[in-house]
């Protein structure tokens, strides 16, 4: 009471300096809400122009142009690529298609390469290519990949998925022919269980970053799920550029596209078949450090994606912050309600949004209801995982590879 009172009275003084009634102050409280929701509705019409542009142009190549090279890197991961293997062999394409399927092995030592072989061996347009593990991440195998192909188009992915037979032909055939259809074409690859705040986290990040690339504001891309030319890669410098990161072969070759000035367009699944999920993370502390690594990219990208992050994060955290606010010392007032319920109003408007996201891309609607429980918690994690960063050594990207490239 003490602490509630003594904030009524500033408020006051501030009001009175001013000019200002509650009513108006409560006004001024809702407009970071109002805000949210505008954004909000503005990406959900995005998403929907950008989904009817791709049904009205699938399958738009030319009949010159009808060869891919699928690209999957791994690193002393056998299983997850004896899981993936039957689903990536199976891709289905129409009969006058020349497909090639290049696996790089990016210096496994538990029978990867053995196996590979063998694999080989059954099909003359499997390619394998050894490669000597030197330094953490996969831009090195993957750019060992790119030179082995025998085709411009290239669609790229992880070993830990589980792609549907229509999903390299969706994303190679909106590459279009040389000089037609986006340099670069990506889509989403959302986990398969795991734990639920990371699903969440997962589902969000897929949201905010095709629906800005559906308002031709791309900044990132995901490398599970990714497809551009050969000789796009080649004109841009492959990843030279941003060699000292063992991360962003996928966000950050986005950014180069983007400076280039070429185009990049999402690609929503158009049925389940064209999905390419995941496998999650077993455990909070491993998306910990997931995260931790995505976000080291994050300083390289440019200026203007970088403040559209930023404010998309402020006005999240000042709708709360307006909502707290305007429920202590202002609902002594009148229009106190106000910045109430325009956040619970932009609250719901997230989560059917998100919902109808989620649905488009084959997953549960009600996983967008969630953000009402893990959207505040989300934020937390994010916190955790950008100040741990920044308190643990700048080098921590450096450490001995792990598992998956």
């Known amino acids: 009471r003490w602490v509630e009172r003594g904030v009524g009275v500033q408020l006051h003084h501030l009001m009175a300096t001013l000019g200002l009634g509650a009513s108006a102050w409560a006004l001024a409280l809702a407009l970071p809400a109002a805000l949210r929701i ?3 509705l503005r990406w959900a019409r995005s998403w929907s122009r950008c989904q009817k542009h791709v049904s009205a142009t699938a399958d738009a190549a030319p009949a010159v142009d009808r060869g891919v090279s699928l690209i999957v890197c791994t690193h002393n991961d056998l299983p997850a690529l004896q899981r993936m293997w039957p689903a990536w062999r199976s891709q289905e394409f129409p009969a006058d298609w020349a497909i090639q399927w290049v696996v790089v092995d990016d210096g496994s030592t538990d029978g990867t390469e053995r196996w590979l072989l063998e694999q080989a061996k059954t099909d003359d347009r499997i390619t394998v290519v050894r490669h000597h593990k030197s330094r953490p991440g996969k831009k090195d195998a993957l750019s060992a990949g790119i030179a082995a192909a025998a085709h411009d188009r ?22 279009g022919g040389e000089g037609t259809g986006p340099d670069v074409c990506f889509g989403a690859s959302l986990p398969l269980g795991g734990p639920p705040l990371l699903r969440f986290d997962a589902l969000r990040i897929a949201w905010q970053s095709m629906a800005e690339a559906a308002l031709g504001r791309p900044y990132m891309a995901v490398g599970r799920s990714l497809a551009y030319r050969k000789s796009t890669w080649q004109s841009l410098g492959g990843f030279t550029s941003h060699e000292d990161v063992p991360s962003g072969d996928d966000d950050l070759f986005v950014q180069q596209a983007l400076r280039a000035g070429l185009t ?3 690609l929503p699944p158009a049925t389940a078949r064209c999905a390419n999920p995941t496998a999650p993370a077993n455990s909070i502390t491993e998306g910990l450090r997931r995260k931790r690594r995505h976000l080291t990219t994050a300083p390289r990208y440019d200026r203007r994606s970088q403040r559209r992050l930023a404010l998309d994060t402020a006005l999240d955290l000042l709708v709360v912050g307006c909502a707290g606010w305007g429920g202590t010392p202002l609902l002594l007032h009148n229009g106190g309600w106000i910045p109430f319920l325009a956040a619970g109003v ?20 009600k996983a967008g209801l969630s953000t009402i429980v893990w959207g505040p918690i989300r934020w937390g994690f994010l916190a955790l995982a950008t100040l741990s960063n920044f308190t643990s050594s700048p080098t921590w990207t450096q450490r001995a590879p792990t598992r998956r490239s």
Request: some cysteine; aromatic content about 10%; overall charge negative.
């Open 38 to 40: 505008f954004w909000d």
């Open 346 to 365: 932009a609250l719901a408007v997230r989560a059917t949004t998100l919902s109808a996201f989620a649905k488009d891309l084959g997953f549960p609607a």
């Open 154 to 175: 290239l669609v790229l992915t992880d070993a830990d998925c589980q792609p549907g037979p229509d999903w390299a032909h969706q994303l190679a055939a909106q590459l």
């Open 264 to 266: 990049v367009q999402p």
